[in-house]
């Protein structure tokens, strides 16, 4: 059955970063009116000249809601506000969001008046800020004041995820709605109409599961032509050598840290596809290295460029980086058997059924993450987060659902086919990219992500007893000393409790058996990442140089200890959360349709280019013709 469904398409301006005391005026300069002016552009003009995939455009401001956070008082300290004083302060902040909200809604009308000939074809664009979720706020506040304290986690690129709960489960449960898939894409990623309309068609045939979650991934095919690369033709070839990755954007996981300033992305993706178009260097040979002596083109690509020499030697040092990431934490891409047990045993040295294979690379958030209603009803997102986490709001969920055997682990994660172009860095890498306390931060979240990984994935050691027999009468395979490898943790087995008996809040009791419990599995994982990053591979690196101050004796135990307690702590608070969820899920589903019309939009039934293409050729009197 054909849904006819379009994307409703789900980003967040994250590039108006909010500052607490800096008003918003500031960023209404030239710069990021042009800036937003390209943004908003290409999203308004997008179905103009594509065939009409995109259905609705949600564009998320978190100014408002993180100017709201502010406003909550001080446990610590009397409140001596007044009504009055509340009231101006609330009032302040709806202006304040508005005069955002105003500032993008007059660049879009500059886009549509620039660009007559698409206001018909193009896709409504809605800008959501505080006014439209404070209705949310209060009843939700109505019930327990206290819940909204489940909103005051890390604002940062962590802030999107509440608001894109709210859109899937509100769409989701609308019966006329929730055959229009809503679909995450960045602010820093082109729009691909291959690759959205692959996210559709998979999602039309997953419709009639209960639970699935997919996305596309990072890449630029469609980009070839204007970068001036020609690739080989041949099937065959393709097959034998994919398109190479550019090891700077390609990936969730962030690479920059292993290159100088001044990288340019558009110079190595066309490298790249000139090595993979030549005979014997599509792939690294069995060691890992590439056989780059074997092109004597590439060589003189190589020697024209002195900042691309510097970044070919060190390829070798981020493909390790990233296959370490796919064993400690989520797959960056495909790693045959052979390649990751003889990772495991030189690096780690740990016994290789202790970890996971996956299938292939992991979901991305911020390159077309789709999943269904009962996804994001059953489990929230981990928004009550203090402490920044990576993949928390993608892969982390996914294995989470994975684990309580909400989707199986062959399901579809990662389509390779829908591609979309990121540019991160904004055309080349600079110092700021590089620079030592932005890259400790970083190395901070990959180091926490990692070791939520082993919270959710550790496997639990059960000892079954003799004279168990299967329910077949069959001859059991496990006597009474041997042990079989359970899928399920203890973590998972707390959210499975709390998802069926809907459960009250962790006791304290409960609470310091969980908090020791998830300290020893992060020590072990924390002990695994050390290691690895302290490889003499990476020396020279920023994640070496990290990785070694944090095991100097004067910092090992504290840095540790707090890495460990901060993980843990979010990670309990998030079984509270799980807890009161059901209470969210109401509030929102009970969103008067009248006050939250932005949430309920219906997608517009549009001509396609062809039959608009058809209609204006019907009205073209033909030559000759008596009209």
């Not at 967040?12 to 918003?24: A, D, L, R, T, V």
């Not at 709605?177 to 820093?188: C, F, M, Q, T, Y």
């Not at 190595?268 to 083109?297: C, F, Y």
């Not at 943790?489 to 058996?513: A, K, M, P, W």
Request: hydrophobic residues 35%; charged residues 30%.
């Amino acid at each position: 059955m054909t849904l006819n469904s379009k994307a409703v398409l789900f980003t967040h301006f994250s590039s108006i970063k909010y500052e607490q005391g800096i008003q918003p005026s500031a960023f209404f300069d030239r710069k990021t009116r042009q800036k937003f002016y390209q943004i908003i552009e290409r999203l308004f003009i997008y179905n103009t000249n594509h065939d009409d995939v995109l259905g609705l455009i949600y564009c998320y401001v978190d100014w408002g809601v993180r100017r709201y956070i502010d406003l909550k008082p001080d446990p610590e300290k009397p409140d001596n506000l007044t009504n009055t004083d509340v009231f101006l302060s609330f009032t302040n902040l709806l202006s304040e969001d508005q005069s955002i909200i105003n500032f993008l809604t007059a660049i879009l009308n500059d886009v549509s008046n620039d660009h007559p000939e698409c206001t018909k074809a193009a896709p409504p664009i809605t800008f959501i800020g505080l006014r439209d979720i404070v209705q949310l706020f209060q009843n939700i506040m109505v019930v327990n004041k206290k819940l909204l304290d489940f909103l005051y986690g890390s604002f940062t690129y962590d802030t999107p995820k509440f608001v894109e709960a709210v859109i899937r489960i509100a769409r989701g449960g609308s019966p006329y709605l929730s055959h229009h898939p809503v679909i995450r894409l960045d602010e820093d990623v082109e729009i691909s109409e291959k690759a959205i309309r692959i996210l559709i068609d998979e999602f039309e045939k997953s419709s009639k599961k209960n639970v699935f979650f997919y996305s596309g991934q990072y890449g630029y095919p469609e980009k070839r032509a204007r970068l001036g690369v020609r690739m080989v033709d041949e099937p065959e070839r393709m097959e034998r050598f994919p398109e190479p990755h550019d090891w700077l954007n390609d990936f969730p996981v962030r690479t920059h840290s292993f290159f100088i300033p001044g990288t340019e992305p558009t110079k190595v993706r066309n490298l790249m596809s000139k090595v993979a178009a030549s005979s014997n260097t599509g792939q690294p040979s069995d060691n890992g290295k590439w056989h780059l002596e074997e092109s004597e083109e590439i060589a003189q690509v190589l020697s024209k460029d002195e900042s691309q020499i510097v970044f070919w030697k060190r390829i070798a040092n981020v493909e390790m980086f990233l296959k370490g990431m796919s064993v400690l934490g989520a797959s960056q891409f495909k790693i045959d058997r052979i390649s990751r047990e003889s990772l495991i045993e030189d690096v780690f040295g740990l016994d290789v059924k202790c970890h996971f294979d996956r299938l292939g690379p992991q979901v991305v958030s911020g390159a077309g993450c789709t999943m269904s209603y009962s996804a994001v009803r059953q489990l929230p997102p981990f928004f009550n987060f203090k402490n920044l986490v990576l993949w928390v709001d993608d892969d982390i969920k996914r294995r989470l659902h994975e684990c309580l055997g909400h989707i199986h682990k062959e399901d579809v994660e990662c389509l390779e086919k829908a591609v979309f172009l990121q540019d991160r860095y904004g055309g080349k890498t600079s110092s700021i990219h590089v620079d030592k306390k932005e890259q400790k931060k970083y190395f901070e979240t990959l180091l926490k992500g990692c070791m939520f990984h082993s919270i959710i994935e550790e496997r639990q050691r059960v000892v079954y007893p003799e004279q168990r027999k299967p329910a077949d009468n069959s001859e059991s395979c496990l006597s009474g000393d041997e042990t079989e490898i359970s899928n399920v943790s203890v973590f998972c087995q707390y959210v499975d409790t709390i998802v069926r008996t809907h459960r009250g809040s962790i006791s304290e009791d409960e609470n310091l058996d969980l908090t020791q419990h998830f300290e020893k599995v992060c020590g072990i994982r924390y002990d695994e990442v050390m290691r690895f990053c302290c490889t003499p591979e990476f020396s020279g690196f920023k994640i070496y140089e990290w990785a070694k101050e944090c095991q100097e004796p004067q910092n090992i135990n504290e840095h540790k200890k707090n890495a460990i307690s901060d993980l843990v702590q979010d990670v309990i608070e998030y079984l509270n959360l799980l807890t009161e969820w059901p209470i969210f899920v109401t509030a929102i589903e009970k969103m008067d349709t009248e006050g939250a019309l932005w949430v309920y939009q219906e997608v517009p039934e549009r001509r396609s280019r062809r039959s608009r293409k058809s209609e204006r050729a019907a009205r073209t009197p033909k030559i000759g013709s008596e009209e």
